[in-house]
């Protein structure tokens, strides 16, 4: 069993969970994501690494409660214990030196994955300059950590309510106009925010790695559940990504395969409110 050490609610339907596993803090690098399970009636849910101590043994990660599985972990408390807790999965993200800025775009959750690759880019040697982005300043996380390992941090609200007013895509061309050469882009979020960042950089011809979370079963690329098509190829995230090069995935198959089960999901999330969204848990 796996225990959550701590909880901190970042907003009504997103949740930080700092939780016990040495075996998976050990190896954990950029990139990574572990498969959970809460309790043995709960789904496989395939998260992101959004931070790691070895010393003490403990993965810190981020989870929007969107469905019933989701929404059942969201409600686990400090002290609570999670059954399953599988990783470090997936390949690490690729760390070198790169001759020209490297730019950090995180959407909404996907500020919190984007950070250890900020931080590895960073020790690396690389500028790294970030943009984060929320639809309101409520929404917003983790913009202390993202600015202890950037040489640059950009804030965006599409409201306007915090930082400059817009969408990560708008910073992220100023950025360009601004400095005339980026080396390479990581982009984290929706599908669709990802498939904007990419449309925006192909012209540029900057190299620019999106991180897929597709639907997952068995996180060994033998269920083929999380295929996507990069390029002429098809990929497994689990083994092959999650990272890939954002100007050759089809975004278009990707979010149509998303969306497959969205009908189920209602019901199961339906069920559980009914049932008072008790997650068995105790």
Request: proline residues 5%; glycine residues 10%.
């Amino acid at each position: 069993m796996y225990p959550i050490v701590k909880k901190v609610v970042l907003s009504s339907a997103v949740k930080e969970f700092e939780v016990r596993a040495p075996m998976v803090a050990e190896k954990a690098q950029a990139g990574h994501f572990f498969i959970m399970r809460a309790n043995e009636r709960g789904e496989r849910i395939p998260l992101t690494i959004a931070d790691y101590d070895r010393e003490k043994g403990t993965i810190t990660t981020i989870i929007q409660e969107l469905g019933a599985s989701s929404t059942l972990v969201g409600q686990m408390e400090e002290g609570d214990e999670i059954l399953d807790f599988v990783g470090p999965l997936g390949v690490p993200s690729e760390i070198e030196l790169f001759d020209g800025p490297t730019v950090l775009v995180g959407g909404g959750i996907g500020i919190a994955p984007i950070f250890p690759i900020a931080r590895a880019l960073k020790a690396a040697g690389n500028e790294v300059i970030s943009i984060i982005g929320a639809r309101n300043k409520d929404l917003l996380i983790w913009e202390e950590k993202m600015a202890s390992v950037s040489d640059k941090l950009i804030v965006c609200t599409d409201d306007g309510s915090y930082g400059r007013q817009g969408f990560v895509t708008d910073a992220l061309k100023d950025l360009y106009a601004e400095r005339g050469k980026l080396a390479a882009v990581w982009a984290i979020g929706p599908m669709p925010m990802m498939r904007a960042i990419a449309n925006v950089t192909r012209p540029w011809a900057v190299k620019t790695i999106v991180s897929m979370n597709p639907l997952m079963m068995d996180g060994t690329g033998m269920c083929g559940a999380c295929r996507v098509q990069v390029g002429e190829e098809t990929k497994f995230a689990c083994v092959d990504g999650p990272e890939f090069d954002g100007h050759l995935v089809d975004f278009d198959l990707a979010i149509k395969r998303l969306a497959i089960y969205k009908d189920q999901e209602k019901r199961a999330l339906a069920a559980l409110e009914h049932k008072g969204g008790h997650c068995g848990c105790q």
